[in-house]
């Protein structure tokens, strides 16, 4: 009988229903104040009667009028207790109704605020009929349809980021391949063979490391290898102007770092920093652990930013959708640690005008099984 009365319930539209819940709290009441009426009516013809004729016949008979108040008081319980029974029959009634309205739109007002928040695995499961139970399924298709084109975008970015990032490298290695065989043939011409020697050996060793095998996350080791190989071949060209130095602990070596970050750092430092500013520039690279994380310090005592300029390099490297030609390749190191490792890694850039800048970059440090300790 239950089952049934719920399927019956599931079949009416929400209009009905709630209509349905007025009409099961106000006909009762109508019934019963007819039926109290009708009594009273009865009952007082009677007393009339019953009155008069034991007054004529036995003016005496105080117990028989004694017998009809007893009657009355019986008859007005009655009434006292079946107006206590409807009530609360009315009242369970009417609860049973509108639950049966509102606990389904409660589940959905409940799960459009999860989807609000933003999760799109969250789906309504409503079978109460009717107009409700076609809004949840209408919402969980929204939902699909949503968390598909999430990732659909997740997919694109992902994509354009790998992109941006090949362009990089394209516009960066023929230009350095090309100074550096410039200065492998004028050493040559000079007769210094030895510097030669070096430097093929170290343009063999960055693009190698460069290279990679394809690979998109390198070691520590690997990077620091690249970078001062890097940094080998730019101190025969600018000898006059750079000293360099990197002190980077052990325990660090064996660390996920994505490749090619640190040599567009060094990069920026020695074009940037050294070369706009007169006498001998130093660049210097060191890292620390600190708990769960590790920092990599790219330093120089170039030239330095001004406030304004500082700031602008800032707003650009944290906004993706920014364009600035001069710091493309630090948006670019910033863009890939955050894609590879998360929003709260990265790199920082302090500067002061005439004094020099640090470039700190923050990446997560790992146990030998691979797992974070932040």
């Known amino acids: 009988m239950k089952k049934w009365v719920r399927e019956w319930l599931k079949s009416m539209p929400l209009e009905t229903r709630i209509r349905l819940s007025y009409a099961v709290l106000l006909l009762p009441f109508a019934a019963f ?35 009809i108040r007893l009657y009355y008081s019986q008859m007005l319980s009655f009434v006292v207790a079946g107006f206590a029974i409807l009530t609360v029959a009315t009242i369970v009634v009417s609860y049973l109704l509108s639950r049966s309205i509102t606990k389904p739109i409660g589940r959905l007002s409940r799960a459009a605020e999860r989807v609000a928040r933003g999760e799109l695995s969250v789906r309504v499961n409503v079978d109460s009929g009717g107009e409700v139970e076609t809004l949840a399924r209408s919402m969980n298709t929204m939902i699909v349809r949503t968390n598909r084109l999430v990732k659909q975008v997740t997919r694109e970015q ?36 030895p510097s030669v020697v070096s430097m093929v050996g170290s343009l063999s060793d960055f ?72 006498g001998m520039g130093r660049i210097t690279l060191w890292g620390e652990r600190q708990g769960g994380v590790f920092r990599l310090y790219v330093s120089d005592n170039g030239i330095g930013m001004k406030n304004d300029r500082l700031k602008q390099v800032s707003d650009t490297i944290n906004n993706p959708s920014a364009s600035d030609d001069e710091i493309f390749g630090l948006n670019n190191v910033n863009e890939r640690i955050r894609m590879k490792f998360g929003g709260r890694y990265g790199i920082h850039v302090d500067s002061s005008y005439l004094v020099g800048t640090l470039v700190t970059v923050l990446l997560p440090y790992k146990t030998e099984h691979g797992e974070e300790l932040g």
């Open 158 to 193: 992902t994509r354009l980021r790998k992109a941006e990032l090949e362009l990089l490298q394209s516009q960066i290695n023929p230009h350095f391949l090309y100074n550096t065989l410039d200065t492998i043939i004028w050493l040559a011409e000079a007769g210094d063979q």
């Open 207 to 278: 693009f190698r490391v460069s290279l990679s095998q394809g690979r998109d996350i390198v070691t520590v080791r690997e990077e620091l290898k690249h970078v001062y190989s890097y940094l080998q071949i730019q101190q025969v060209r600018y000898q006059d102007i750079l000293e360099y130095s990197i002190n980077v602990p052990e325990e660090l070596f064996e660390q996920s770092i994505p490749k090619i970050t640190l040599q567009p750092l060094v990069e920026n430092a020695l074009y940037h920093g050294i070369k706009n500013k007169r």
């Open 33 to 67: 104040m007819l039926f109290c009426l009708a009594n009273l009516w009865r009952m007082n013809m009677r007393y009339d009667e019953l009155l008069l004729t034991v007054l004529k016949w036995h003016p005496e008979a105080e117990s028989t009028r004694n017998g």
